[in-house]
């Protein structure tokens, strides 16, 4: 076998025929294993080879396949256990690729894991149509220059600057229109004064799915200035966001208007059906507030729409006061499961006393029964040789009476017999 740098190393399961055994190698000096196996070499392909294997790395095939049936319960959360010999199903031939089984792993139920239409792809589809609505927007509405309107900064008292926009000359009812043009969407208690609420619907395909808020950002696009204007930076942005703010209603001359739309996107695709079309309404869309003058403006007018502090104020009271609630809920929910945590930490520490105060228990009910069985075996030893001692003194006693028992006894029998004969000689 041509010898090159891609080293191949036998996976866990792999099976062999064992061709013949080896003469002790190693400082152990053990002898190995001979096992014929067949590998894939990247480049060329299965080849069979013969290895050295150590006797402590080789198992019966029999003997792996019910010990990888009795761990894979465990090991495996794949594991198919509806099956009698409770194994778990191998996956496909067609889709192994000549490699091991176990380095193979088939996903079931997938479907439940994609995310093609999860909250932030619905969120991101809903960010998608207010950019079409503005680039629409910006491509249908009129443009305004120099001789239309003027840019003006004013420096306040702090000493930063503030930009204004003055008409040029007179305006018809609804001639200005003024589009918030900005690149980011957030939520509009992150934006302060400088923002533009969307629009969003509350129900069907087109609402927010975690029903939050959005609003277009303008806080760096609230100034028109050329570098060494004001300071030694550019600025750009958008009209809108020049417009001023007013609590006086007499002088808002700019109103907050809403933009609604329609969408029909048509797709050409590679396909044997290649026309496919999608339509959304108005109800499914979101709206975007634009400004606009509903009544005629004469020139050298500062355009200003309202703006109620009073209801600012309140607004933001509540938006206070929502937002401590949540705070507070949030540790209200904190807490509780810090408890609930205590709760359970309490109840498995007093599961585990109980458990051990059980144990313990049992342990002195064993050690009272060894004690029982000791003294039990202690009393047994004690009455077997107080019983051994009895049988010893009845032998002493049994003994002593029959050496005291006269020996003439005994032999006396032959002189009565012998009286007894003479007598009945005598008689005859």
């Not at 003469?23 to 013969?50: F, N, W």
């Not at 049988?391 to 006269?406: L, R």
């Amino acid at each position: 076998m041509n010898q090159t740098n891609n080293r191949k190393d036998l996976v866990e399961g792999t099976q062999g025929v064992i061709a013949g055994f080896s003469g002790p190698q190693g400082p152990e000096g053990v002898a190995k294993v001979l096992l014929t196996v067949t590998i894939q070499v990247p480049g060329t392909g299965p080849q069979v080879v013969t290895l050295p294997a150590a006797p402590r790395n080789l198992m019966l095939t029999k003997e792996y396949i019910l010990q990888r049936a009795g761990s894979s319960a465990l090991d495996d959360p794949q594991k198919e256990t509806g099956t009698p010999d409770n194994k778990r199903k191998a996956p496909p031939s067609w889709i192994l690729e000549d490699m091991d089984p176990d380095r193979v792993k088939i996903e079931k139920g997938w479907g439940k894991l994609l995310g093609d239409n999860d909250n932030l792809i619905k969120t991101f589809w809903l960010r998608g149509r207010i950019a079409v609505c503005l680039q629409a927007l910006f491509e249908t509405l009129p443009t305004y220059s120099d001789k239309d309107l003027v840019v003006c900064h004013r420096q306040n008292d702090k000493g930063g600057w503030r930009s204004e926009l003055w008409t040029a000359r007179p305006f018809a009812a609804e001639e200005l229109v003024f589009v918030p043009h900005a690149s980011q969407l957030k939520e509009s208690h992150l934006t302060d004064q400088k923002n533009a609420v969307v629009g969003i619907p509350k129900y069907g395909p087109g609402k927010h799915p975690e029903d939050s808020s959005l609003a277009l950002d303008g806080r760096t696009r609230t100034s028109l200035a050329h570098a060494g204007s004001y300071d030694d930076n550019e600025h750009t942005g958008s009209l809108y966001w020049l417009v001023s703010r007013t609590s006086a209603i007499a002088k808002a001359n700019m109103s907050l208007e809403n933009v609604s739309q329609e969408q029909t996107v048509k797709l050409s695709l590679p396909l044997k059906s290649k026309k496919r079309s999608v339509e959304w309404s108005s109800s499914d869309l979101p709206t975007i507030p634009i400004l606009v003058n509903k009544k005629k403006i004469e020139a050298h007018v500062r355009l200003a729409m309202f703006h109620d502090e009073e209801k600012e104020k309140k607004d933001k009271k509540i938006k206070d006061e929502k937002a401590k609630e949540e705070k507070a809920k949030e540790e209200q929910v904190k807490e509780e499961k810090a408890q609930e945590v205590k709760a359970k930490e309490e109840q498995t520490k007093a599961l585990e006393a109980k458990k051990e105060k059980a144990k313990e228990g049992k342990a002195k009910e064993k050690a009272k029964e060894e004690q029982t069985k000791a003294l039990e075996a202690k009393a047994g030893k004690a009455k077997a040789k107080k019983d051994e001692k009895e049988k010893k003194d009845e032998a002493k006693e049994e003994k002593a009476k029959e050496k005291g028992k006269p020996k003439t006894k005994a032999k006396a029998k032959p002189v009565v017999q012998a009286e007894a004969a003479e007598a009945a000689e005598a008689q005859d």
